[in-house]
């Protein structure tokens, strides 16, 4: 399995997801569930063809993130439909998770066999998956809160939409979390420390520490449901200086042991 060949299977999986939310509109939801968790397996057929081929997890470079991330989106949507049934987020997960897969499309990168002794740690490959599965989740809820601040002329109370984001983002800071703790024990193996306060680790504790202000801030009896949603917006957006954006900070150039998944 070569990454030539992830076009196709990008395409089957993005007709079958664009099925799934079509048929969440139209309420056919067996159609839905079917067509969408397909999709899923396709996707995750060249994933686990990719891991065959390179000998090593697809989670090295950006690309092979982004394709974790395009995969966790459909199915972080399925679970919110499943749970709140709501007939357009499968429509979103869809069409973000097409971003993604576009600039892997558009933007490949070198996928070789090679890992550097850093990343052969066993604890490497599922605190990557794990935090990807976080950001799947924070994603989404970062479209219902767009979604929410939208509409908010026509939802009331605005409150009472607020519940299934602190679920979503409930999931979404457990998962990091453990993301977090498995990154950790990686360090301690690879490079003799938990922690170092190298700049990624910096941006990963701010992304925490910012979704944990949402969560306490929701707690308060004198909370402002807005301001809730701003507060996560702004999460998502540093969560996004976390995962890449700090391949482009100054700070990190020479001096970040995780800028290694920059292409050369």
Not at 100 to 116: A, D, G, Q, R, Y
Not at 201 to 207: D, G, H, L, S, V
Not at 213 to 220: A, D, E, G, N, S
Request: glycine letters at 4%; aromatic letters at 20%; proline letters at 5%.
């Amino acid at each position: 399995m070569t990454w030539e060949q992830f076009i196709y299977f990008a395409i089957a999986a993005v007709l079958l997801w664009a099925l799934g939310a079509w048929a969440a509109w139209r309420e056919k939801a067996a159609v839905a569930y079917t067509s969408t968790i397909i999709g899923l397996a396709v996707f995750f057929c060249f994933i686990l063809m990719m891991w065959i081929s390179l000998e090593r997890p697809p989670l090295r470079t950006m690309g092979e993130t982004r394709l974790w991330y395009s995969f966790f989106l459909p199915l972080a949507g399925i679970i919110v439909y499943s749970r709140w049934k709501y007939k357009w987020i499968l429509s979103f997960s869809t069409v973000l998770a097409l971003v993604f897969i576009c600039v892997n499309l558009f933007k490949p990168e070198i996928h070789s066999k090679t890992l550097m002794p850093a990343l052969q740690s066993p604890w490497f490959a599922p605190h990557v998956i794990v935090y990807m599965f976080a950001y799947a989740i924070f994603g989404v809820a970062t479209l219902m809160a767009l979604w929410v601040l939208i509409k908010k002329q026509t939802i009331s109370p605005l409150s009472s939409f607020l519940y299934p984001l602190d679920d979503l983002v409930y999931v979404g800071l457990a998962f990091m979390t453990i993301g977090m703790l498995f990154g950790a024990l990686w360090a301690k193996e690879a490079w003799g420390h938990y922690w170092s306060w190298d700049p990624k680790e910096t941006w990963a504790a701010i992304t925490w520490f910012a979704y944990l202000i949402y969560v306490h801030y929701r707690q308060l009896p004198t909370h402002k449901p807005k301001l809730a949603l701003w507060v996560l917006l702004i999460s998502f957006v540093l969560l996004q200086v976390c995962w890449w954006g700090i391949n482009y900070l100054p700070s990190a150039q020479g001096s970040s042991v995780h800028v290694y998944s920059m292409p050369s």
